[in-house]
């Protein structure tokens, strides 16, 4: 867990820093932030779905993730529960969203799904390799800067769900060992890759889309393909 708190640690950093910058920027330069983040997080889920998807061994996995995820999560109304928890943190945009909880929704995308982020703690738990997690950090740390100085302090909370999501890829490898494989790791990323690319619309205020509805579709994958492998 060694690289894990580290990672948290620069994720916090970063979004104090950030913060502290936001106050001397003004409204065109956070607009102009938010843009580049937006370009960025579209990037970057393209990549990993182009990355990935030639090596996927189940093709429409991520349709039925996607599908079941988001009939999930829009059952819960994930959305509307982390908008009214943040909502006395942040003021609400014209249309009716929240500035903290978009910006939350892409920092733990951003954080939470990639190579290094899973690959990490899956090293840690195995290999005692920290070198992901250490690399991550640094990457984390500087993404957060940017975002706090786009969305405010209110981005610190998105070290709670990094710390549990590495926390608990670390406890499962290590109670897995042997039954982690590329396919999960694969099948995970590109769905990944397609809510980081929805994030980077909903910044561009091209498209928005519930991305927070559509986060269960990261847990089908996993569920599925630990099911077929037991038979």
């Given amino acids: 867990m060694i690289g894990t708190f580290f990672n948290v640690c620069m994720i916090l950093a970063g979004s104090f820093i950030g913060s502290y910058f936001k106050k001397g920027i003004k409204a065109e330069y956070n607009e102009i932030l938010t843009q580049a983040l937006g370009l960025a997080a579209m990037l970057i889920g393209i990549n990993a779905v182009v990355q990935h998807m030639p090596k996927s061994h189940y093709p429409v996995l991520f349709i039925v993730s996607l599908a079941i995820g988001g009939l999930f999560g829009q059952w819960i109304n994930l959305e509307k529960r982390f908008d009214n928890l943040v909502g006395k943190f942040s003021k609400p945009n014209p249309d009716g969203g929240n500035n903290l909880a978009e910006g939350l929704a892409t920092a733990v995308l951003l954080y939470c799904i990639g ?32 975002l706090a100085s786009t969305f405010g302090i209110g981005m610190a909370l998105a070290a709670i769900a990094v710390l549990v999501w590495q926390g608990s890829i670390y406890l499962i490898a290590i109670l897995l060992h042997n039954s982690i494989n590329t396919n999960m790791i694969t099948e995970l990323t590109i769905v990944g890759g397609i809510l980081i690319f929805a994030s980077g619309l909903g910044l561009l205020n091209i498209k928005k889309i519930k991305v927070l509805n559509l986060l269960p579709s990261l847990v089908v994958p996993i569920v599925v393909i630990a099911v077929m492998e037991l038979f």
């Fill in 115 to 146: 190579s290094l982020s899973i690959l990490g703690p899956i090293q840690a738990a195995l290999n005692k390799d920290y070198t992901f997690l250490f690399t991550n950090g640094m990457l984390d740390g500087i993404t957060s800067i940017v």
